[in-house]
């Protein structure tokens, strides 16, 4: 046998007992006559009484038409619906310890959401990277990694982008990154949706031999083929939250048939159990059905079946259809025998087990290691992620950059002298103001429009445990920092100059700092949004929720104009701290007398321009102290905002 460099894992029993879980169903509206508005809310039952056993070294299918549950038991199973569910939900004999439960198994979603500029083989490096243990070396990484895409069938495209991949390779490369850390248990959500025949029978051969390596795999699947339904081990099926049936594949067709309907030849099974749960043949049938499973168990079935015998498919289609489904490739008998070692003496990375009689989750190594090498860990590691992707992906910033250029010159020649011309200073008035509202938006709208486009990675990756949120919100900020003070500095170094502003260095720099401030205040208030929001909705409320703040900087109309009622609202307008810190660097701080062409210039004194805008005595330290706290609450929110969505998400 060939020597696995992955991570070792004793198996895991997954069952639960009597699981029921509602929704508050929709309020009606009134009826004709009535005087209420609505009647009162009730709640929806999704499952009902649902029970059943998922064992290692056994595919699951849990199926049944729209509607019927199935994606609610797996989230609940897998830990990501707690609330409103009642039953018991027990791991290897134990009571489920949810903490534990999330970091020993993984969930592959429905849709591959990948990280399209990275290639195959550094999306694996860098899972290996965040999911391993601290302790583990390169070398051995390397070996994980060469194994896994060996095993998987990726080793031919390894240095091939995530975006220039097949579905099917794109389906195996993110069942290839969960299995870094070899999880006991895995979840998948319709694997086989959008692949063709070829790719689903590969896909779920795949997940066979996963499950012949002594993991418990479960999955929800619709309508597959008789070749692939053949392929899991066990079914559980529901309709309407109750469980028409439970055991072994092969016994289905036998169990429905004792229960008085048979099976038309030539008939796909998984069809014929869907068309039962339809209700194709009469709802009396999910009723029998229903009744006859609560009344069995899964011995219970095993013991009276013979297989799908000529019920459904003719003897030749059958064993045609059973010699394929029984021989696996000669990649999925490797990885069978590879990965399917299952020890329970040396040291694991999520739990031990103490003896197969008293099973017992226990915190190893990956625990014991301190938080902070954790954090500091995982934060290096996304942000080198990030500077890669932002660096693979140039078109934005390359046309920011153009952007910034163009509009910085178009700006500097339409105000060229205006900044120590007394006849100009209304001019350079809206020079000042408009630059912090290109800034603004130049800021703002790029980030609505790309954080929501990377929030489907994020949730794959935090909800399998690769990260916590905090190192990843960290870590993107800490990636985004440079390009957002890139672009205002270069705006403001072309319009500063071309504009013929005061020439001192430090309001030079106080020019500058405010632009970058404000660009980063807008930067966060794009992740706020856009971590609340869908993205259709934030290209909508950002601009609608920024601009009006511009209307309280003191420009457009004084804040002394405003209505008193109104006014508390320049409290929170961040335009308005730049704005008059920048007309302070501009015209304040003792600057001498603007030049006057004409025999006579209402401001050729500077503080005149001050007193007019009602900037007069402003602390631009204390404005830069606002401005920095508002930064600090908005990004604060920016983060609650974004844990919030992903628990909505779960």
Known sequence: MLESHLPNHPPVTLEFNELNFSVIDSPSKKAVGSFRPYVAKQMKPILKDA????????????????????????????????????????????????????????????????LPHLTVYESMKYAAQLKLPLKTTK??????????????????????????????????????????????????????????????????????????????????????????????????????????????????????????????????????????????????????????????????????????????????????????????????????????????????????????????????????????????????????????????DMMLTRLRIATTLIVGLLVGSIYHGAGNDAESVINNLGNLFFGLLFITLSSLMPTLLTFPLERGVLVREHLNCWYSLKSYFIARTCADLPFQVLFPFLYVVIMYYMSDQPQEAFRFWIVAGMHICISLVAQSLGLLIGAACHVQNAVFIGPVTAIPMFLFAGFIVSIESVPIYLRWISWFAYPKYSFQSILTAVYGLERENLKCYQAYCHFKNPKKILDQLDAVDIDVANQFYCIIAYLLVVRVLAYYALRYKIRVEK
């Open 51 to 114: 029970s059943g056993i998922f064992k290692p070294g056994e595919l699951t299918a849990i199926m049944g038409p729209s509607g019927a549950g199935k994606s609610t038991l797996m989230n609940i199973l897998a830990g990501y619906k707690t609330q409103n569910v009642q039953g018991s939900i027990i791991v290897s004999g134990k009571s489920r310890d949810l903490a534990q439960f999330r970091k020993m198994s993984c969930y592959i979603m429905q849709d591959d959401v990948l």
């Open 139 to 392: 070398s051995q990484k390397e070996l994980v990694i060469k194994e896994i895409l060996d095993i998987i069938g990726l080793t031919k495209c390894q240095n091939v982008k995530a975006s220039s991949i097949s579905g099917g390779q794109r389906k195996r490369l993110a069942i290839a990154l969960e299995l870094i850390n070899n999880p006991p248990i895995m979840f998948f959500d319709e694997p086989t949706s959008g692949l063709d025949s070829a790719s689903c029978y590969s896909c779920v051969t795949l997940l066979k031999a996963l499950a012949q390596g002594g993991r418990t795999i479960i999955a929800t699947i619709h309508q597959p083929s008789a070749r692939i339904f053949e392929q899991f081990d066990s079914l559980y099926l529901l309709e309407d939250g109750h469980c028409l049936y439970r055991g072994p594949t092969r016994s289905v067709v036998p169990f429905i048939a004792r229960q008085g309907l048979q099976c038309p030849p030539y008939h796909n099974p998984a069809d014929f159990i869907i068309e039962i749960a339809s209700g194709d043949y009469g709802n009396q049938w999910i009723g029998i059905l229903a009744n006859a499973t609560a009344l069995s168990s899964d011995s219970l079935i095993s013991s009276n079946s013979s297989g799908l015998a000529n019920d459904c498919i003719e003897d030749g289609a059958l064993e045609e259809v059973q010699d394929e489904s029984i021989t696996l490739t000669s990649k999925a008998k490797e990885f069978q025998r590879e990965v399917g070692n299952i020890n329970h003496d040396e040291e694991v990375t999520v739990i031990l087990i103490e003896s197969e009689s008293n099973p017992k989750c226990i915190t190893t190594s990956v625990h014991d290691e301190s938080r902070l090498a954790q954090f500091a860990n995982q934060f290096f590691t996304l942000l080198r992620r990030s500077f890669l992707c932002i660096s693979r």
